[in-house]
């Protein structure tokens, strides 16, 4: 059985850090992709980062380059999201997500809540 658990989630202060971990069972990460979303209260879901498990492309959306670091532990077959220099705009539900042989992510894990006060 696919299974992504998120965690890792907490309060922090605006500029403050948190690490994210993806445990991933049921597959190999090393042969998909896995993907960092988040979603803010009526706000629509948003990519915020991802990995490629063969080569280790990695993708970050803009609002996040340059705080966040997506990073892979494959024999642990699981992935970390450092957030670093954490602003209130990043306060929201992450949720991890895997890419396995579709064009989409097609596997959700539940979420972590981040909040982030000023």
């Known amino acids: 059985e696919v299974q992504l658990q998120a965690s890792g989630g907490g309060l922090v202060q605006a500029g403050g850090s948190l690490r994210l971990t993806c445990e991933i069972s049921?597959?190999?990460?090393?042969?998909?992709?896995i993907g960092w979303f988040r979603q803010a209260p009526g706000k629509e879901r948003e990519g915020v980062s991802c990995?490629?498990?063969?080569?280790?492309?990695?993708f970050y959306a803009d609002s996040v380059k340059g705080r966040f670091t997506i990073s892979s532990d494959k024999d642990k077959n699981t992935v970390y999201l450092q957030l670093n220099s954490l602003k209130p705009e990043d306060m929201a539900v992450y949720y991890c997500?895997?890419?396995?042989?579709?064009?989409?992510?097609?596997?959700w894990g539940q979420g972590t809540l981040v909040t982030v006060s000023s």
């Open positions: 997500a895997a890419a396995l042989g579709a064009a989409e992510f097609n596997y």
């Open positions: 990995i490629e498990g063969r080569f280790g492309s990695t």
């Open positions: 049921g597959f190999t990460f090393g042969d998909y992709a």
